[in-house]
């Protein structure tokens, strides 16, 4: 009885103590808006319900591959958003910019947003190595993440699908 | 009663008081970081962050998000990054900090990729250029996001994160997060332990509660200054006496210290000191000198108190010397105050390629307890080996002289190994070894003698692919033992096993082995034959199923023995089944079942067990 007694005092005394310290207000895991939930390379897209998906994902390209796809999807979006992908190439230059393009323009409350860009690749026109991608959401770069491509390479800006 | 009643009641308030305490509030914080969003992966010791403001290398800086691998030792800063010191206002795409050192690099995406160090200069004396990264950082940080967070067994969101400088993660307005779902709320909160020991000053490194220990605490005093002073001291307390089945001591503390100083490169000097409360201590103090690259001296003083007997004081001397292709040499002595000795020599050496030649001597002269009398030994040993491409050669003495009681052992020893010969391109090898022995006992005039003589024939065959999917391998194995008193034993055994690969990842595989073995004595032959054949069945898919399933059958009595089953099953997220089942044929009763479920975490795996045998149910936190 003693036993329990000295158990249910330490339990009143460590609460008692922590008061100062600890508080019930419970909250849900932050979710905050326009969050980059995955940024990857893949060959294919393949359309799904509502929902574009990436298929085929890998981060080694060569060169007879004939396109690279850089596929994003960004949770929690409540307004009009722009996106823009940068493609920079094993030298480190920009070879493409897409420049803005605006997402969700009628502000709709959407949990998830898929977009994708596609860089063509043209034999012979530049160099193998590690290239870079860029996402911006509203001018602010937001993901970024490299490729390898291997043998020759080539690139030549065309319209893209986002 | 009533005091361990007390005692309890103290322990587990101070202990919740000291977690939800900032346990360590000196230390230099490498950075504190507030964002709109900060969370925690304690599984995965990372920090996530989006519109988030921190200061560093002497900048306020502000960027749309932020990512930190304590692991790796680096952060990220990116999405229009503005670095603000005074007047000067830098922009940038990313930043890159080493948090060793702390190292700056900005990085700009515009017609190329250009990559800046933060300028020392600027920076004022907190930063520093060299070294830092030249291109942007790669696959450390693609691995941190808001999911991977949020799927930690265990994680946190906190208004405010700060990092020490040994590494450890506070929080404040922090939330605690059991797989994502929210748990408890703390004001401040000491979120992770630390990568190593603290560098300087005090901290609680462990309190915890456990049903069979009792209540632990740990606590531990640290200083150390690069190259010249490092000392750690470590508290460890066990409070017992509330609880229930208690048999052994009530309370235990530990003291443990250990310092070293470095005078200079060849020159050091330590202190180590233990204590433990059931009496027992020891203090010791060494001096080491490196004379040369090829050879240090060192010398110590200890006093050791155990429980029980009278303390003893040692002062010691251990010289190496490397000399070489000459061989290398250490030699070592102990005196002890009361007269007692220990002195020891090690030579090591190879030569001519093939050879090498190993020497070691030892002499003792401890008491025999608390009595008057010593104990006194030499021992002696000498190794000289050959080896070659085909096969290999050794020759030991072993003399050990007991010259108190005036014994002698002295062994000889002749080893010969046939390298394994290769036949039909591979597809058959052979082994042939054989050991030697004699040893002479000596005492008081009388000599008794002894020696055996044991060789080993063993034969393998190469997995042999029969089929598509059937594979075969065969090994035999034979030996002979003899010994001077004439007991002779002729053991002799074939192990055969095939696989059946049904599809990827399921197969089965067949065991089938016979041993006998004979002993012969004059005329009689007595001896044992076993056979075993077993069963097993392996599926493994990706990573959901991981499993085997045995049944062994004696073939000799026609009936079978035992199966045993090793189930791993992944069920959800991260969480996994695994279940180790023993059933007995004989006795129609299943033996044990060990049940576990596991949360594979990160840096730690959480644990369920149920054990049949003891019939227990554990939880456990298991540090990876």
Redesign the interface.
């Known amino acids: 009885m003693?036993?329990t007694?000295?158990?249910g005092?330490?339990?009143v005394?460590?609460a008692a103590?922590?008061a100062?310290?600890?508080?019930?207000?419970?909250?849900?895991?932050?979710?905050?808006e326009d969050?980059?939930?995955?940024f990857l390379f893949c060959r294919e897209v393949e359309s799904g319900d509502d929902l574009i998906r990436p298929a085929g994902e890998t981060s080694e390209f060569a060169a007879a591959d004939g396109r690279v796809i850089s596929f994003a999807s960004v949770r929690n979006v409540v307004k009009s958003i722009r996106l823009r992908w940068?493609w920079?190439d094993a030298a480190?230059?920009?070879v493409r910019d897409t420049g803005d393009v605006e997402v969700n323009t009628e502000a709709k409350n959407l949990e998830v947003v898929t977009a994708y860009d596609v860089l063509p690749l043209e034999p012979g026109k530049s160099g193998p190595g590690s290239w870079?991608t860029?996402l911006f959401i509203d001018?602010?770069?937001?993901a970024?993440?490299?490729f390898i491509l291997s043998g020759d390479g080539g690139h030549t800006p065309r319209a893209s699908g986002t | 009663?009533?005091g361990?009643?007390?005692a309890?009641?103290g322990w587990?308030?101070v202990?919740?008081?000291l977690l939800?305490?900032p346990a360590l509030p000196a230390e230099k914080r490498l950075f504190v970081v507030q964002g709109?969003?900060?969370?925690y992966s304690y599984d995965h010791n990372q920090i996530y962050g989006?519109?988030v403001a921190f200061e560093a290398l002497g900048y306020k800086v502000t960027a749309?998000?932020f990512k930190v691998d304590i692991p790796s030792r680096q952060a990220l800063a990116?999405?229009?990054v503005t670095l603000a010191k005074d007047a000067e206002k830098l922009e940038a795409?990313?930043l890159v900090l080493s948090l060793e050192g702390m190292i700056g690099t900005l990085i700009r995406?515009?017609?190329?990729?250009e990559t800046t160090p933060l300028d020392a200069g600027a920076a004022g004396t907190e930063g520093r250029i060299e070294g830092g990264p030249t291109t942007?950082p790669?696959g450390v940080f693609?691995g941190i996001?808001?999911?991977k967070i949020?799927k930690s067994f265990l994680?946190f969101?906190a208004r405010t994160i700060s990092l020490t400088e040994s590494y450890e993660v506070l929080g404040e307005g922090v939330?605690l997060?059991l797989e994502?779902l929210?748990s408890?709320?703390?004001?401040?909160f000491r979120l992770s332990d630390g990568v190593g020991p603290r560098r300087n000053g005090f901290a609680i490194n462990r309190i915890w509660y456990n049903k069979t220990q009792g209540l632990i605490g740990r606590a531990s005093y640290s200083i150390e200054k690069t190259n010249k002073v490092a000392s750690l001291t470590q508290l460890n307390y066990e409070e017992r006496s509330?609880l229930?089945e208690n048999y052994g001591i009530e309370r235990q503390v530990d003291l443990l210290t250990s310092t070293t100083l470095t005078f200079n490169e060849t020159l050091r000097m330590g202190f180590t000191g233990n204590y433990n409360s059931s009496s027992q201590w020891n203090v010791q103090t060494w001096i080491g000198k490196t004379w040369s690259p090829a050879f240090s001296t060192q010398f110590d003083f200890s006093y050791n108190k155990p429980v029980g007997f009278r303390g003893e004081a040692w002062l010691g001397l251990q010289s190496q010397l490397s000399a070489g292709k000459w061989g290398n040499l250490a030699v070592q002595g102990r005196y002890e105050l009361r007269n007692q000795a220990v002195a020891g020599l090690n030579y090591g050496a190879s030569f001519l390629n093939h050879f090498s030649l190993n020497l070691q001597s030892y002499y003792s002269r401890v008491k025999i307890g608390d009595s008057r009398d010593f104990a006194e030994i030499f021992t002696g040993g000498l190794n000289l080996s050959y080896s070659s491409r085909l096969f290999n050669l050794g020759t030991d003495y072993f003399l050990n002289y007991d010259l108190f009681g005036g014994q002698v052992l002295s062994q000889p020893q002749l080893r010969i190994g046939l390298n394994p010969i290769v036949f039909y391109g591979g597809l058959l090898s052979v082994n042939l070894n054989n050991i030697a022995l004699y040893s002479q006992i000596g005492r008081e005039g009388l000599a008794e003698r002894s020696f055996s003589d044991n060789a080993v024939l063993s034969l393998a065959i190469q997995p042999v692919e029969l089929f598509k999917d059937l594979r075969l391998n065969l090994n035999l194995a034979l030996e002979q033992f003899v010994e001077r008193e004439g007991r002779n034993f002729t053991t002799g055994g074939i192990v055969f096993n095939a696989v059946r690969t049904i599809r990827e990842g399921i197969s089965v595989e067949a065991y089938y082995s016979l041993s006998s073995r004979r002993r012969t004595r004059g005329w009689l032959i007595e001896g044992t034959t076993g056979q075993d054949l077993s069963l097993v069945a392996r599926a493994m898919v990706g990573e959901a199923v991981n499993s085997w399933v045995s049944v062994s059958y004696d073939a000799k009595n026609a009936q079978l023995r035992h199966s045993f089953a090793d189930l791993s099953f992944k069920v959800v997220r991260n969480w996994s089944l695994h279940a180790i089942l023993n059933y007995d044929f004989f006795l129609k009763k299943l033996n044990n079942i060990d049940l576990y479920i596991v949360r594979e975490a990160g840096r730690l795996q959480f644990r369920l067990i149920w054990r049949s045998l003891s019939r227990q149910f554990l939880v456990e936190f298991v540090p990876r």
């Open positions: 003693t036993r007694r000295a158990v005092a330490a339990l005394l460590a103590g922590a100062a310290c600890i508080s019930f207000d419970i909250r849900r895991f932050p979710e905050p969050s980059v939930a995955s940068k920079y480190k230059t920009l870079t860029l001018g602010r770069l937001a970024r993440k490299s | 009663m009533k361990r009643a007390f309890l009641t587990v308030a202990g919740f008081l939800a305490a709109e969003t900060l969370v989006e519109k749309s998000y990116y999405g229009s795409d990313e995406y515009g017609p190329t990729i942007a790669g693609d996001n808001l999911d949020k994680s969101s939330t997060y994502g929210e408890m709320g703390f004001k401040r509330f229930k």
